[in-house]
C-alpha cells in the first residue's frame, strides 16, 4: 500500500518546526509503524535528506522509548505502544500526522524526539521505596494479600512513555505521577514514606510545569498498560490526607 | 588456522579462594580490602549501562558513599533493555519445598552452561540469588504472589523444580524499575551524577588503570572526558551484531569493544544464545524480533506436522499425524529442555522441510491442550499478555489457532572476561551483567539473566571492587593528560571519518548484510567451510562500510544514523573475532555448535580433554590475528559428563 | 527521603494543582447544594403565587429571632459568594497553567473519551458566571425587569417568562443547559478530585453525576417552561 505521511520537522530544541510531506510506497500491512518510519528513512538517507529522527529502542511496547501522536491520538489507533502499531490498521491512501508529544514539560530535541527527563525528576522526589541494597529481610516476612500485590502490579506496568502527558488537553503528568503513588502506596513496604512520597512527588510534578487534572480521562484511553484512572483519585486521596495529616517531619 | 589467531601465555582467574566452595565467597569478603566511609567520598567510579547490573551497581554504590558517575544512552535510565525479560528471575530459596537448594541451582546451572563455566562463579551466583528476592521485594516489586500473601513459583526449561519467581510475563521490567527507583534515590541523594543519552565511545587507560571514558552526548555531539578511580562496564549484550535479535535496537558492543581494544580480553565470543520461542521473521523490512516468554513451554506443547510439505490448517491435523517431537526425543524433560536443545529441534524439524508458515520458518506452540486442561480464563491470567502480543504482531489469535515460533538470537554468554572480583584483564575496569562472560558458560539458563546481573550489581562488584578502590584514589587526570587527549581525538577522528565517506550504502543496509552473514555461518549450526566464508565477507563488508557507507548530518546535533554507524563499525569487528572462536573450537557446546562434532543422534558433541577452557581473546590490531589465551576449567564439584536431557 | 523539609513541602503541596482543583470541587458541590435547594424552590411556583411568595419570604425570616431579618439570607449569599470566588480563582489558575503546559498546538487532534461536558467545563463556566449577573439583576435585584417591575417574586417571574419576552427565556434555557453539562462532568470529577473514585466505580460516579445533572436540570427548566406555555400564571 501507499501511505502519505505528514511529519513533523524540527532541527533542534530552540528552532521552528513545520510539517514535511513524504510519500512512502510499498508499504507491507505486516510491517510496524516505525518500520514504515525506518523504510522512509532510507529513503530520505539515498536522497540525501536528513532522516526523521525519533525515540525508540525495544520495539516489543515496554521499554517506553517509543511514542508519537499519529492522527491526533498518542500512539495512534490501536491503544498499544507505537513500536506495536502495525501498518494493517492503515489502508491504501491513507494520509497519516505524526507530531511528537507536545507539553512544556517534554521539549522537543529533535524532530519527533522529546525530553523526558522531568519524568525521570518526579522519580527522583519521592517514587522510591528506601531499602539499601543488604538490609531486607526474608523476602516472606510480610505477606501482602493478592489483591493488593495485583493492584500495585497494575499500577507498576506503567512504562513511562509519556502519552498520557500527550493526550491530557492540560498536558499534565498526574497519570504517571498516580500510578508510581498507588503502585508503592498499595504495597506494605510503602507505607513508611507514603505521606512524604505523595507530597514532595506532586510538588515535583507542579515545578515541572505539567498541567492540572481535570479528571477527562484522556490518559487513560491512550495509556498503551492500561493503567486505571481511579489511580488519580488514589492520588488525591492520598495527597489530602497527607495534607490533613499532623504526623510530625 | 594457525594464519588467523595465535596462541599466547596460559591465564588464570588469581582472585577465586581455594578451599570449599560453599565458603569461597565469603573468604572473598573478608580477604577483599575494605574502604572506611568517610574515603569513599573521595573516590569516584564510572558506571556505563543502567540495565539490571548496572543501576544495581549504581544505586548500591552510591548508597554505600562513592561518587557514582552512571551513564546511559536512552533519554532515561529505566529504557535499558532489562526492561524487556519476561519469563523471570531464579532464586534457591527451596519456597516450594521441592528439593531446590544453592547445591541443585549451582548444579542446574553448571550442567546447563555445558560444562563451560566457573564453578566458584556460579556458586556465588546461587549463594547470593537468595538475596536479590529479598532486596527486591523490600524495594516494592510486585512480584506474583498466591491467595495467602506469599511469593509464588514457576519452573523454567532446564530443571526440574520451582524456583523461579516472576511477575506476571513482565519480571524484567519490574526488577529494572526496582533499580531504577533506587538508582533515581541516590541521584536525588547527590550521590549518583546521571548522564542519559550518552554514548561511551572510548576508554581512557592511565599507567595501566582504566582511569575513565569519552563519551559523546548524543544531543549536542559534544565529546566529553570523564575520569574516576574505576570503570564499570554493564552495558549488555551483543547480540544485535545479526542485526536481527530480541535485543533492543540500540543494544550494541562498543563500549565492551572499545575496552577490548584498549587490552581487556574478550572472552568465549561465539557462545550465543538462540532462544527457541520467538515471533517467526515476517519480511524482509523486519527490524527486530520478539521473544515469547520461554514460561509458555510450561504449558504449551511444540509440534510440527509428521509429513513433509503438509499444508493444512493446524486445527484439521489430527493427533496422530503430529509430531509433538520435543516430548518424543526428551521424555523426561519434554519441552521444558534448555534453550539451545529446543533451538535446534527446531531448526532440524525444519530443515526436514516439516517447517509451518511463511518460508517453512516456525514451529506450532500449541496451547488447544492447556486451554481444555486449565480453562481459558486460567490461560488468559498466565499469559494473556503474552498472547495480546502475539496477535498484535501477527493478527492472529493464539487462543484459536496455534503460535507459530522460531528460533532467534537473544543473549550472548561471551563477553569481556573478568576474574572472580569482575575485574577484566585492565585494572580498574570491572564488568558486569550481560557484558561479562563468566556464569552462564556455553548456554544460559531461562531466568538466570536477570539473577546473574541483578547478583553483579547488588552484591558481587560492591563487596569486590573496593579491593581494587582501596589503593585510590589516584593522581587526578584532566582532558589534557596525553592518554585522555589521544582517546578524545581518536573519537573525533572516527566521527569526522564517518561523516565525510558519503558513499551509496545506508548504515543499516551494511548492518543486515552483516547479520545474515553471522545468521547463516555462525548461527545455530557453524562449520569450518562456512565460517572460513564468513570470515571473508565480513572482513570484504568492513571494507566497503569505511569505504561506501552514507550518513548524512553533522557531528553537533542529534545524529541517529552516526549513532548506529559507530555501533556497526564495531559490530564488524567483533562480527570477525566471533567467527574466529567459533572455528578455532572444534566441539559442540551449549549454544555452540559445530556441525563436525555431533553424537550419532545429533546431538552436541563436548570435546572436554581439548576444549574445557575459558577462549580470552587479546586484540592486536583491526584485522590482524588476535593472541588466544586459555584460562582451564577445572569441575570439582561436578562430574563433566555428557548432557542429557532425555 | 529527608522528613526534615517535609513541613516546607507540605506548605508548597497546600499550593498544589491538586490542592487547586480539590478547593474547585469543594465549592463545585457546595453550589450543587444550593442549586438543588433553589430549585425545590422554584418548584414552589406550582402550588401557586401565594406559596410561592411566602416561600421567599420565608428565607428572610429563617432563623429568627436568633438571626436578624434576611440574616440567613445573608450568610447564604457570603458562603455562595466566596465558593464562587474560590470556584473561579482556582479555575482560571489552572487554565491558565494548563495554557502553559502546552505552548505548541496539535496540528491534528482527535479525543478518544472526553465528553462534550468536558469540553465545555472553561467556555461554559464564563458562560455560567455571565448569566448568574443577569439572574440576579433580572429576579433578585429586579434592576432588569422585563414585562414590569414587581415586589412579588412570583409576579416577576411570570412576567419575565412571558412569550413576548422570549428572549429571556431562551437567555435562561442556554444557562440551564450549561449548567447541566456542567455538573455532568463537574460532579463526576468533584468525586474524583476529593478521592471517592476507586476500581470499578467510575461509573457509578458517572451515572450519579448524569442522574443529579438531568434532575437539576429539568427541574430548572420546568418553570420557565410552564409560564411560557401558560401552564403557570
New interface residues.
Given amino acids: 500500500m501507499n501511505i502519505t505521511l ?1 511529519v ?1 520537522r524540527q ?2 530544541r530552540d528552532d521552528e ?1 513545520r ?1 514535511v510531506t513524504y510519500k512512502v510506497e510499498d508499504v ?1 500491512p ?3 509503524f ?2 514504515m518510519l ?2 522512509l ?2 529513503k530520505l ?2 536522497s ?4 526523521v ?1 525519533f ?11 517509543c511514542g508519537v ?1 499519529i ?3 498518542a500512539h495512534g489507533p ?1 491503544n ?1 505502544t507505537t513500536c ?1 502499531l ?1 501498518m ?1 490498521s492503515f489502508k491504501d491512501g491513507d494520509e497519516i ?1 505524526i ?1 511528537p508529544w ?4 517534554f521539549p522537543v ?2 524532530d519527533l ?1 522529546v ?3 522531568s ?2 525528576r518526579v ?18 516476612a ?5 489483591a493488593d ?5 497494575d499500577a ?2 506503567c ?2 512513555c509519556g502519552a498520557c502527558v500527550a ?1 491530557c ?4 503528568g ?1 497519570l504517571f505521577t498516580a500510578a508510581k503513588i498507588t ?2 502506596g498499595s ?1 506494605p ?2 507505607q513508611p ?1 507514603r505521606e ?2 505523595v ?2 512527588m ?2 515535583q ?2 515545578a515541572e ?10 490518559c ?3 495509556c498503551p498498560k492500561g493503567i ?3 489511580t ?9 490526607g ?2 490533613a495529616s499532623s504526623k510530625p ?1 | 588456522m594457525t594464519e588467523l589467531y595465535t596462541e599466547g601465555a596460559p591465564i588464570a582467574d588469581e582472585k577465586a579462594p581455594a578451599g570449599p566452595i560453599n565458603e569461597r565467597w565469603d573468604k572473598r569478603r573478608f580477604s577483599a580490602r575494605l574502604v572506611n566511609p568517610a574515603n569513599r567520598r573521595k573516590l569516584s567510579v564510572i558506571i556505563v549501562g543502567t540495565g539490571l547490573a548496572g543501576a544495581s551497581a549504581a544505586a548500591t554504590m552510591g548508597e554505600a558513599g562513592y561518587h557514582v558517575k552512571s551513564f546511559c544512552y536512552q533519554d532515561s535510565p529505566r529504557r535499558a533493555h532489562s526492561i524487556a525479560a519476561q519469563g523471570g528471575i531464579n532464586a534457591a530459596k527451596n519456597y516450594r519445598n521441592d528439593g531446590d537448594s544453592i547445591h541443585r541451582l549451582f548444579y542446574d546451572t553448571v550442567k546447563g552452561g555445558d560444562f563451560r563455566s566457573r564453578e566458584s562463579n556460579v556458586y556465588r551466583l546461587s549463594q547470593v540469588s537468595v538475596e536479590i528476592i529479598d532486596q527486591c521485594v523490600a524495594q516494592g516489586v510486585p512480584f506474583a504472589r498466591e491467595y495467602g500473601g506469599l511469593l509464588d513459583n514457576r519452573s523454567f526449561g532446564g530443571v526440574q523444580v520451582s524456583r523461579t519467581f516472576y511477575a506476571r510475563g513482565q519480571t524484567g521490567q519490574q526488577l529494572l524499575i526496582g533499580a531504577y527507583q533506587a538508582l533515581e534515590r541516590q541521584v536525588a541523594a547527590g550521590t549518583v551524577e546521571m548522564n542519559t543519552r550518552h554514548e561511551m565511545l572510548e576508554l581512557i587507560v592511565v599507567d595501566g588503570r582504566a582511569r575513565g571514558i569519552v563519551a559523546r552526548d548524543m544531543v549536542t555531539g559534544e565529546i566529553e572526558t570523564h575520569f574516576a578511580d574505576a570503570v564499570v562496564l554493564a552495558s549488555g549484550g551483543y547480540g544485535n551484531v545479526f542485526f536481527l535479535s530480541t535485543n533492543a535496537m540500540g543494544c550494541n558492543v562498543t563500549a565492551s569493544w572499545r575496552a577490548h581494544r584498549k587490552g581487556a580480553h574478550f572472552a568465549n565470543p561465539c557462545y550465543t544464545q538462540i532462544h527457541p520461542t520467538c515471533i517467526p521473521v515476517s519480511g524482509e523490512y523486519q527490524s527486530k524480533l520478539t521473544l515469547m516468554s520461554e514460561s509458555l513451554r510450561n504449558d504449551g506443547r511444540i509440534w510440527v506436522p509428521k509429513e513433509t510439505g503438509d499444508q493444512r490448517d493446524p486445527r484439521e491435523i489430527p493427533e496422530d499425524e503430529r509430531d509433538y517431537y520435543l516430548e518424543r526425543i526428551y521424555p523426561s524433560f519434554g519441552n521444558l529442555v534448555p534453550r539451545d536443545i529446543a533451538s535446534r529441534a527446531a531448526k532440524n524439524v525444519c530443515d526436514e522441510g516439516r517447517g509451518v508458515g511463511p518460508g517453512g520458518l516456525g514451529v506450532y506452540l500449541d496451547f488447544a491442550d492447556a486451554i481444555k486442561r486449565m480453562g481459558r480464563p486460567a490461560v488468559e491470567a498466565k499469559y494473556g499478555n503474552l498472547f495480546d502480543m502475539y496477535q498484535r504482531i501477527t493478527g492472529e489469535n493464539p487462543y484459536e489457532v496455534p503460535m507459530r515460533i522460531y528460533p532467534a538470537v537473544h543473549y550472548t554468554m561471551g563477553g569481556l572476561w573478568v576474574d572472580y572480583d569482575l575485574q577484566s584483564s585492565i585494572p580498574g575496569l570491572f564488568v558486569t551483567g550481560e557484558a561479562n562472560f563468566s556464569d552462564h558458560g556455553a548456554n544460559r539458563l531461562g531466568a538466570s539473566a536477570l539473577m546473574q546481573g541483578l547478583a553483579d550489581g547488588y552484591f558481587v562488584l560492591p563487596n569486590t571492587i573496593n579491593d581494587y578502590l582501596a589503593d585510590g584514589p589516584f593522581d587526578a587526570l584532566d582532558e589534557t593528560t596525553p592518554e585522555a587527549k589521544e582517546a578524545a581525538d581518536s573519537v573525533r577522528a572516527r566521527i569526522d571519518k564517518l561523516l565525510s565517506i558519503d558513499g551509496e550504502r545506508t548504515v543499516d543496509s551494511i548492518h543486515k548484510e552483516l547479520g545474515h552473514i553471522m545468521w547463516e555461518y555462525c548461527g545455530m549450526e557453524r562449520s569450518e567451510e562456512g565460517l572460513r566464508k564468513a570470515i571473508d565477507r565480513i572482513r570484504e563488508l568492513r571494507e566497503e562500510f569505511w569505504t561506501n557507507v552514507k550518513v548524512l548530518g553533522s557531528n553537533d546535533e542529534l545524529n541517529q544514523a552516526l549513532e548506529k554507524a559507530g555501533r556497526v563499525a564495531d559490530f564488524l569487528e567483533l562480527g570477525e573475532l566471533m567467527c574466529i572462536d567459533a572455528l578455532h573450537r572444534r566441539e559442540s557446546c551449549g549454544g555452540h555448535f559445530r556441525a563436525e562434532s555431533q553424537t550419532e543422534d545429533g546431538e552436541a558433541l563436548r570435546h572436554d580433554d581439548e576444549f574445557a577452557y575459558v577462549a580470552a581473546w587479546e586484540f592486536t590490531g583491526t584485522g590482524e590475528p588476535p593472541v588466544l589465551h586459555k584460562e582451564a576449567l577445572e569441575y570439582e564439584y561436578v562430574e563433566m559428563k555428557q548432557r542429557s536431557y532425555k | 527521603m529527608a522528613n526534615s523539609t517535609l513541613t516546607k513541602q507540605r506548605s508548597e503541596a497546600r499550593r498544589s494543582t491538586v490542592a487547586l482543583k480539590s478547593a474547585m470541587a469543594v465549592t463545585g458541590l457546595i453550589l450543587v447544594l444550593f442549586l438543588i435547594a433553589h430549585m425545590y424552590g422554584n418548584l414552589n411556583v406550582f402550588a401557586g403565587q401565594e406559596t410561592f411568595d411566602e416561600y421567599s419570604h420565608h428565607l428572610r425570616v429563617l432563623g429568627e429571632p436568633m438571626l436578624p431579618y434576611g440574616g440567613f439570607l445573608w450568610i447564604m449569599r457570603i458562603v455562595l459568594l466566596a465558593a464562587v470566588l474560590i470556584h473561579i480563582a482556582s479555575a482560571v489558575a489552572l487554565t491558565m497553567r494548563a495554557n502553559k503546559a502546552r505552548p505548541v498546538r496539535y496540528q491534528a487532534r482527535k479525543p478518544v473519551q472526553q465528553t462534550y461536558a468536558s469540553r465545555t467545563m472553561r467556555w461554559g463556566g464564563v458562560i455560567i458566571a455571565l448569566y448568574v449577573v443577569f439572574h440576579i439583576l433580572h429576579l433578585t435585584t429586579n434592576t432588569i425587569a422585563p414585562g414590569g417591575a414587581s415586589d412579588s417574586p412570583y409576579e416577576r417571574l411570570v412576567r419575565g417568562f412571558q412569550p413576548e419576552n422570549f428572549w429571556v427565556t431562551a437567555i435562561y434555557v442556554l444557562a440551564v443547559l450549561l449548567v447541566g453539562l456542567h455538573l455532568r462532568h463537574g460532579i463526576w470529577s468533584a468525586a474524583a478530585t476529593l478521592g471517592l473514585n476507586r476500581e470499578g466505580r467510575r461509573r457509578t460516579i458517572n451515572t450519579v453525576a448524569i442522574i443529579v445533572a438531568a434532575v437539576i436540570t429539568v427541574g430548572f427548566l420546568l418553570p420557565p417552561f410552564s409560564v411560557l406555555f401558560g401552564l403557570v400564571g
Fill in positions: 505528514r513533523w532541527k533542534g518546526g510539517m507491507n505486516d510491517m510496524s516505525l518500520e525506518d523504510v528513512n532510507e538517507t539515498l540525501g535528506e536528513d532522516p529522527a525515540d525508540h529502542d525495544c520495539r516489543e511496547g515496554i521499554c517506553g522509548a501522536v492522527n491526533g491520538v490501536e498499544t506495536q502495525h494493517r500526522t507530531e507536545r507539553a512544556k514539560a530535541v529533535k524526539v525530553d523526558r527527563g519524568f525521570d522519580i527522583q522526589a519521592g517514587g522510591y521505596i528506601s531499602a539499601p541494597t543488604g538490609t531486607a529481610p526474608d523476602a516472606h510480610t505477606p501482602v494479600p493478592k500485590a495485583d493492584r500495585a502490579f507498576a506496568t512504562i513511562g493526550a488537553p492540560n498536558a499534565s498526574m503502585h508503592l504495597m513496604q510503602g514514606e512524604a512520597r507530597i514532595n506532586i510538588n510534578h507542579d510545569d505539567f498541567g492540572g487534572c481535570t479528571n477527562i480521562g484522556e487513560a484511553a491512550v486505571p484512572l481511579d488519580i483519585s488514589q492520588l488525591n486521596r492520598d495527597l489530602l497527607a495534607l517531619e
